[in-house]
């Protein structure tokens, strides 16, 4: 009986009773509240994992640029594979590979 006394006196006091609300409306009535941010801070982790590879094409792209721009063997080699150029006394037999469907 007193321990049920004790805690009726613990329900009944107001600031406890503000405590509670005050944590109630925060976890799960605010506009921020903890699901939103347990949201938000997984998208952020996303958008930074994103933007983590983006740099790396980025790094990958300026160093393929620059190989193009201070070579010229490496500018024929690109020219040959990515757009099929030739020079005027060569044939150029394109072979579809069999990993790829003809017409792709």
């Known amino acids: 009986m007193k321990a049920l006394k004790s805690i009726s006196t613990w329900l009944t006091n107001k600031y406890i009773i503000a405590s509670l609300a005050f944590i109630a409306w925060i976890t799960f009535f605010d506009r921020n509240d903890l699901f939103t941010l347990l949201q938000r801070r997984r ?26 721009q201070s070579d010229p063997a490496i500018l024929e080699k690109y020219g040959r594979e990515k757009y099929y150029m030739k020079r005027d006394n060569e044939d150029l037999f394109i072979i579809p590979s069999e990993g790829k469907k003809a017409g792709n």
């Open 43 to 68: 998208e952020l982790n996303d958008l930074q994992a994103t933007k983590a590879d983006f740099t790396n094409k980025i790094k990958q792209e300026r160093k393929e640029l620059n190989q193009l």
